[in-house]
């Protein structure tokens, strides 16, 4: 079975995507869905309630709810699409009225009885939601060593322990929590359990106060505490101890969908930016037009454009390509919120000191500052990230790298059609197959007679190889997550490698794209020369020639109100 033809897809770019058009033009002052409402109520803590009504207006719970379940998530580049109008005008709003729903639910899609699917699917279609109480404070990120305890008794699963920094807790109808169920070692100690607020008794659990951030401020960040609290054995989302396995193949999708969507409120930033630049004057001329702050607009556009490529891709390589997304969804969650923090800290240097302004036409961007290293840690940091990739590296490096069949030509199309999502064709690992890796030897071989790119194709090859032995010779210690610095270095060069694969496939692989910018060399180029820098690779001859192309082009989208992504929408 296959989608239909998304709203995202070519024959819509001209128009709008439909939360742009409800969220209305964020600029305009008396807007009360604009950044000025946004901002003041960032200031108050609290999310913008007017969003909120908005969002259950349009019924945003759907999109985190199967097809097959009466929802609207089919396919996750979508998805990460529909998401990025709310990044764009409020993360504390994507994330606590939005993607902390697809978090607390991916466990279920994956692993949960009918049942249990119908009930949430009924909460979340009917504008409810559901909190993922996966962390405890004590141990953070390692949710293996949870104190967390679930202990059957009967007919009963009792509960006791903390979970801590959770989001929506006071507000949601289910929770999702992860509860260590067995004191043995091993993957089969842990199980998720799918608790129905309105019926666990109220006396066995206490709500903790609200945790105050920087960053996304208007998030209700609060804990629970269980004590002896029994809820049905039934409530156990799939088998008991099977809760490890569930998370490594159900997160990927997560992991992908969310820095996809967080796009938003990056193009935000530059937009922001890129208005001050070509309204300033200094020096008898604008700052747009200052060499520095061109190159660093310029950077930001390429770095946008290479996430987009990376995230997007990887998206659709969870619908084709399930088997290998263990590694490539953990490499975009790792270094996609890294090109966005680099980029919005160059971006803020242009900015001067109006980008720490809280009022005023520019104070959107110290709120998206302040709110995207936050909304980056969701459910999974970027070490995490890396210590699920490095253990992998070692038996990818000796079967898989400079050989092996490339990924599918669908894999790198930015609207084509895709299989319905199926969360049980993930796998918990990659095995010895690396697709995109391939795509990149494949994709070198096609261009090396191009003088520059055919240049910086064979750089990002050489690189391979020289990853390939780096990872086959690390010591035993090394391939573990309890690794050293040199073995998440090799994942970031890895990471780094993949989102160039990526920007060469989908530069390859899309000649139906109506603008013709995606079909020339020179933002590929552009963007291959930012990440080689990145890996240290000298300079190529000619690869700066293209940048005056590259930043006309984001010049004529500001004008013109178009997304500074590859897809190029307009805009509200």
């Not at 960032?42 to 379940?69: C, K, N, W």
């Not at 940048?547 to 004529?556: H, I, K, N, S, Y």
Request: proline share 6%.
């Amino acid at each position: 079975m296959t989608t239909a033809t998304t709203p995202e897809c070519y024959a819509d770019l001209g128009n709008p995507a439909p939360l742009e058009v409800l969220f209305g033009d964020p600029d305009y002052q008396d807007n009360p869905l604009g950044f000025a409402a946004f901002v003041a109520a960032d200031e108050r803590g609290d999310l913008l309630s007017a969003g909120e009504r908005v969002l259950d207006a349009y019924g945003l719970g759907a999109e985190f709810v199967p097809s097959r379940l009466g929802g609207r998530l089919d396919r996750a580049d979508r998805l990460a699409r529909v998401l990025r109008p709310l990044f764009r005008r409020d993360a504390a709003l994507g994330l606590g009225h939005g993607a902390s729903n697809l978090v607390g639910a991916v466990n279920v899609w994956a692993q949960g009885g009918e049942q249990q699917q119908r009930w949430l699917a009924d909460i979340l279609r009917g504008n409810g939601r559901i909190a993922a109480a996966y962390t405890d404070m004590s141990t953070g990120n390692d949710v293996t060593n949870t104190a967390f305890r679930g202990t059957v008794r009967q007919d009963r699963l009792v509960l006791n322990g903390r979970k801590e920094i959770i989001n929506n807790l006071a507000r949601a109808e289910a929770v999702t929590v992860l509860a260590r169920t067995s004191p043995e070692p091993g993957s089969r100690s842990h199980s998720m359990v799918l608790v129905d607020m309105a019926t666990v008794p109220r006396d066995r659990l206490r709500f903790l106060p609200r945790y105050r951030t920087v960053g996304v401020r208007a998030m209700y960040l609060g804990g629970l505490e269980f004590d002896d609290c029994p809820v049905p054995v039934t409530a156990v989302a799939g088998e008991v101890g099977a809760a490890m396995e569930t998370i490594l193949r159900s997160f990927q999708v997560t992991r992908a969908v969310l820095p996809a969507a967080a796009l938003g409120a990056v193009d935000q930033q530059l937009r922001t930016v890129t208005g001050f630049a070509v309204g300033r004057h200094l020096y008898r001329r604008t700052v747009a037009d200052l060499p520095h702050a061109r190159s660093v607009l310029t950077d930001a556009f390429l770095d946008i454009q290479a996430a987009d490529a990376f995230a997007t891709t990887v998206c659709r390589a969870l619908h084709l390509m399930p088997g290998q997304t263990s590694v490539y969804a953990a490499a975009v969650k790792y270094l996609v919120p890294l090109l966005f923090k680099d980029t919005v800290d160059a971006l803020g240097l242009v900015l001067g000191a109006r980008s720490f302004l809280r009022e005023g036409p520019h104070a959107v961007f110290q709120k998206h500052a302040r709110d995207l290293p936050v909304a980056s840690l969701v459910h999974a940091g970027g070490t995490v990230c890396q210590a699920t990739v490095i253990p992998q590296l070692p038996r990818l490096a000796r079967a898989a790298w400079l050989v092996g069949e490339p990924a599918p030509a669908a894999v790198f199309h930015l609207a084509g059609d895709l299989p319905e999502l199926d969360f049980d064709r993930l796998s918990t690992t990659a095995g010895r197959h690396d697709p995109l890796l391939a795509s990149l030897v494949d994709a070198a071989a096609r261009v090396r007679d191009e003088p520059v790119l055919g240049r910086l194709a064979a750089q990002l090859v050489d690189e391979l190889t020289a990853l390939k032995q780096a990872c086959q010779e690390l010591a035993p210690r090394d391939r573990t997550p309890l690794a050293g610095p040199v073995s998440f270095e090799l994942t970031h060069r890895y990471a780094v490698l993949l989102a160039a694969a990526c920007c060469l496939g989908v530069w390859l692989n899309n000649p139906d794209h109506p603008n013709g910018y995606v079909h020339r060399p020179d933002w590929v180029i552009a963007a291959l020369a930012r990440l080689t820098a990145r890996l240290g690779c000298p300079p190529v001859p000619g690869a700066e020639a293209v940048r005056p192309a590259v930043f006309a082009e984001l010049m004529g989208r500001y004008e013109d109100g178009a997304g500074f992504d590859l897809i190029g929408r307009h805009l509200a």
